[in-house]
């Protein structure tokens, strides 16, 4: 008989974060534990609010299988002595399985004879199992933080107010502490404060509905959505997207009741960044814009509960943010008391990192270092390029970023432009930071990029330079972030870049600073970006034979290495390319670590080596123009005329002739073959694919 379990944790509120997760991890640890009794089943769901979490197990089956386990012991000649007698080892190993010697047989296994015993495992019911499994269940949900409540021992991360659990319509008997498992849920803690029973997931839905609570979360997000966009729409607005914050009050209440307040309107002369941040980031209310995207002095907040008095109710949430609003409206006219710029030298005050020393000396070193990569990608701008990296860091400072640390470059970039600084340099103070996770928007200027760059070497080359690398999970300056965003910005900008010497000129910045040496620590650099540029491009799709072809070559320009690997991409699915991609494996083979190219024509006495010469010969002279203009797949084109002149030749030619000279001078031959080969990447990394 199969059954449907429905298990309830009720609680005190749990914060907003933690609620999806741990349904998740609610999932997966019953999926688990079912899977280790043996146990069939259907579906799992797992549905919640901010005062419980709930577990359904479709087709569960009453009962666990017979089972059948052959236990291996210890070998046969330790478990019987010479007369064949039973040993310590024998007698030990049947009573830790609760059998008696003569149970005990003897197995051949490719390690050679072991005692062995043919255990049976009768099943139990499904009711005494989960009596075990549920209370273990709960005790190994994982969370962020827990706590302990009363005089109990239970750690969970709210006190449990009560648990449902029933299996078949009946309830599985346990208990946590002095709260026991019961065939009754509550309903909303302030419109329907009661206790009712329920019989399965069906009419749970449908009783808890009933009592105010819209227990699955994708149907409360969509609650949620519509009446944020219906009370905006009350005040003749639309709310300013914001999924993060959708998901948010989704999670903080039961059933949601939008309502809309307002505030004065002196309050928009604030950076419309601040007015969002402030409403969002301390109250959890939608900001509210009109059809030209204009913000509006209003805002939506989410209740738990049904507004029967809507402007009491209204005048309470205007209250608390107007307190909000005020006080950045205090930050905002002291900070305004100082431009910027003069806010940099105290930047002294802050250190970045210890042994790196301050913030003012990261400013001076991302100043030189923007300036050095503007000569080479932006010369025109180098100006505005060091002028914005030494406004960068300066809003650190500012009451305002205090306050709201996630507007550190909005406001930068707002007090700039009311400072008088150039629109570039405004816009690249708050676009340096950019991107700030996988995925998010990147620089949209060219100065904003160069500096972005600037701050990442710095970074990078002083993090390494003291020997701080990431390991394991462990990354606490997000190296491997700034890395990937470092290779992104390269990417969309379509710069070209020495990434060598950005990092040489990184790692001199610090001077005497750092204390690993230099070679050591460029190399390593350079190694961890490879390992970014490598992940990504995987991560992304691209096949990684291709990419470990051009990056086991060369990897000093990330564009140009892009453009190597879209152009082996493209042609590899011709035939003709994997044939001389398995040609090249055999060549590299057989020159191993020769380097000597200098062919004496004289010495080429086999129509076949003399044809491969005039072959390699024409097509070099056909690919070099294109390599130099990077027109790679055009020149893998060119390239690909020479499968038959290698075909023949190795059919042909021992290349491993008695005669010392002719020896190497075909090795020679094969050599420049190779090298004309790896102008592009290795092609025998992609053999395999073929």
Known sequence: MQHELLFEIGTEEIPAGFLIPALAEMKRIMARKLGELALPHGEITTVGTPRRLT?????????????????????????????GNPTKAAIGFAKSRGAAVEDLQVATTPKGEYLMLACHHPGEATTALLTRLLPELIAELPFPKSMRWGSGRTSFVRPIQWILALFGGKVIPFAVDDIASGNTTRGHRFMAPTTFTVTDFAHYRASLRGAHVVVDPEERRDAARATVTAAAQEAGGAIIADEELIDTVTNLVEEPHGVCGTFEKRFLDLPREVLITSMREHQKYFAVADAAGNLMPNFIA????????????TDGHQRVLRARLEDAFFFFKEDRHRPLVERVEDLTGVIFQAKLGTLKDKTERITELAGFLAEQLAPAEEERCRRAARLAKADLLTSMVCEFTSLQGVIGSHYARLDGEAPAVAQAIVEHYMPVRAGSTLPGSVVGAVVGLADRFDTLAGCFGIGQVPSGTADPFGLRRQAVGLLHIIESKGFTLNLAGAVDKALALYGDRLTEAHATARANVLD??????????????????AV???????????????????????????????LLAGAFKRVNNIIKDNRDQEVEAARLAEPAEQTLFAALNTVRGAAAPLLAEKRYEAALTEILAMKEPIDRFFDDVMVMAEDEAVRRNRLALLTGVANLFLSVGDFSKMYAVG
């Open 528 to 545: 961890f970006i490879k390992g970014r540029f490598v992940n990504d491009l995987t991560g992304r799709g691209v096949p990684a034979a």
């Open 548 to 578: 470990e072809a051009v990056t086991s070559v060369c990897f000093e320009d990330p564009v140009d290495s892009r453009a190597r690997i879209n152009a082996l991409v493209a042609i590899s699915g011709q035939e003709t390319f994997t």
């Open 55 to 83: 577990l359904v197990v479709a087709d569960l089956a009453g009962h666990q299988p017979d089972r059948d386990e052959e236990v291996l012991g210890p070998p046969r000649k330790a478990g019987f002595d010479a007369d």
């Open 302 to 313: 989410v209740n738990n509960t049904a507004v029967k008095d809507r402007k009491l109710a």
